[in-house]
């Protein structure tokens, strides 16, 4: 049975030399290192693959007058003649082209916000109508009712968050977010064992909202982050924007009774939507892999009884990326 020997070069000095015997089941592969017969063989390699029953567009693809030298000209000289060629510049030129992988682009927030309005309007009807009056009623035995203004200055009025948003580039976010709950003040007072006081307060407030963040020096990564230092030096601030929709339900009682018995009773409720303007800053430190903690600020103008509602709000969360 007839035996065809070729060669394929894969450097200078290395051949890889093919003895074909029969059917290509059969087909018999060795490596040597002489270099006198390559041409020879190089040509005998050009017929055997002439006469393979293969269509003409894969055998395109094997044809080695387009293959590249040297690794040098791939980058170089690419496909040549609408031929597909297999060549190193079909690869990224740097590792920057590839996408982030590691971190991801999407993200969740999940943390705690403490609003700080300002409360004027409703902590002026409490000094009329109860602390004022009880002031001069029982001297030295009343004490001021506790209220929403005590509840914020204490730092108590902390509502959850959860958020989700997405990375636009390097230096741009975008999110949005819920919030919500409840809050309920009791107050209640004896006088002389005969007059009791109650007033009490409560509020269920949920919240919507989105912000853009801006990145003036990049968004920060937490690849290399392994200490607290390096955690800090790589920590980044943001400027943000952002408007929130909230619907407030509230109520509030202050009733007296002599004996047990209700002598005076006064309330107020409402009910109301409101919308608001949110501009900000954030800081951002890196923990390490795809998570990182948040601290926010911003001040809130709302459409509607601004001197109610409208003051600072504060932020702690934490952020995962996926």
Same mark, same amino acid.
């Given at each position: 049975?007839?035996?065809?020997?070729?060669?394929?070069?894969?450097? +200078?000095? /290395?051949?890889?030399?093919?003895?074909?015997?029969?059917?290509? #089941?059969? @087909?018999?592969?060795?490596? =040597? $290192? !002489? %270099?006198?017969?390559?041409?020879?063989?190089?040509?005998?390699?050009?017929?055997?693959?002439?006469?393979?029953?293969?269509?003409?567009?894969?055998?395109?693809?094997?044809?080695?007058?387009?293959?590249?030298?040297?690794?040098?000209?791939?980058?170089?000289?690419?496909?040549?003649?609408?031929?597909?060629?297999?060549?190193?510049?079909?690869?990224?030129?740097?590792?920057?082209?590839?996408?982030?992988?590691?971190?991801?682009?999407?993200?969740?927030?999940?943390?705690?916000?403490?609003?700080?309005?300002?409360?004027?309007?409703?902590?002026?009807?409490?000094?009329?109508?109860?602390?004022?009056?009880?002031?001069?009623?029982?001297?030295?035995?009343?004490?001021?009712?506790?209220?929403?203004?005590?509840?914020?200055?204490?730092?108590?009025?902390?509502? +959850?968050? /959860?958020?989700?948003?997405?990375?636009?580039?390097?230096?741009? #976010?975008? @999110?949005?977010?819920?919030? =919500? $709950? !409840? %809050?309920?003040?009791?107050?209640?007072?004896?006088?002389?064992?005969?007059?009791?006081?109650?007033?009490?307060?409560?509020?269920?407030?949920?919240?919507?909202?989105?912000?853009?963040?801006?990145?003036?020096?990049?968004?920060?990564?937490?690849?290399?982050?392994?200490?607290?230092?390096?955690?800090?030096?790589?920590?980044?601030?943001?400027?943000?924007?952002?408007?929130?929709?909230?619907?407030?339900?509230?109520?509030?009682?202050?009733?007296?009774?002599?004996?047990?018995?209700?002598?005076?009773?006064?309330?107020?409720?409402?009910?109301?939507?409101?919308?608001?303007?949110?501009?900000?800053?954030?800081?951002?430190?890196?923990?390490?892999?795809?998570?990182?903690?948040?601290?926010?600020?911003?001040?809130?103008?709302?459409?509607?009884?601004?001197?109610?509602?409208?003051?600072?709000?504060?932020?702690?969360?934490?952020?995962?990326?996926?």
């Amino acid at each position: 049975m007839p035996v065809s020997r070729v060669a394929l070069c894969l450097g +200078p000095l /290395v051949y890889i030399s093919v003895a074909v015997c029969g059917p290509p #089941s059969h @087909s018999v592969i060795a490596v =040597g $290192g !002489s %270099r006198g017969s390559a041409a020879a063989e190089h040509g005998a390699l050009r017929s055997l693959l002439s006469n393979l029953s293969m269509p003409s567009s894969l055998r395109d693809e094997f044809r080695f007058g387009t293959w590249p030298r040297t690794p040098a000209n791939a980058w170089r000289d690419g496909p040549r003649q609408g031929r597909r060629t297999l060549g190193l510049s079909t690869l990224p030129e740097r590792a920057s082209d590839q996408p982030d992988v590691a971190q991801g682009r999407w993200f969740f927030d999940f943390g705690i916000t403490q609003y700080w309005p300002r409360l004027r309007p409703s902590q002026k009807l409490i000094a009329d109508r109860i602390t004022g009056p009880n002031r001069l009623l029982f001297p030295g035995q009343f004490h001021d009712v506790t209220t929403f203004r005590d509840a914020r200055n204490d730092g108590t009025l902390l509502l +959850p968050f /959860v958020g989700v948003g997405r990375d636009l580039s390097d230096a741009w #976010s975008l @999110s949005g977010y819920i919030t =919500g $709950g !409840s %809050r309920r003040i009791d107050n209640s007072q004896r006088f002389n064992g005969i007059v009791t006081l109650r007033a009490d307060f409560k509020a269920d407030l949920f919240a919507f909202g989105m912000k853009a963040s801006l990145y003036p020096l990049g968004r920060p990564t937490g690849d290399a982050v392994e200490t607290l230092s390096q955690a800090l030096k790589a920590s980044r601030f943001s400027i943000d924007q952002g408007f929130e929709v909230e619907y407030l339900d509230g109520h509030g009682v202050g009733e007296v009774r002599v004996l047990g018995i209700p002598v005076s009773r006064t309330s107020r409720s409402y009910a109301e939507w409101n919308v608001s303007y949110n501009p900000g800053l954030s800081w951002e430190m890196p923990l390490g892999g795809r998570w990182s903690f948040l601290l926010g600020a911003s001040y809130h103008f709302h459409a509607y009884r601004p001197t109610e509602f409208d003051g600072w709000n504060f932020s702690a969360s934490v952020r995962v990326r996926f």
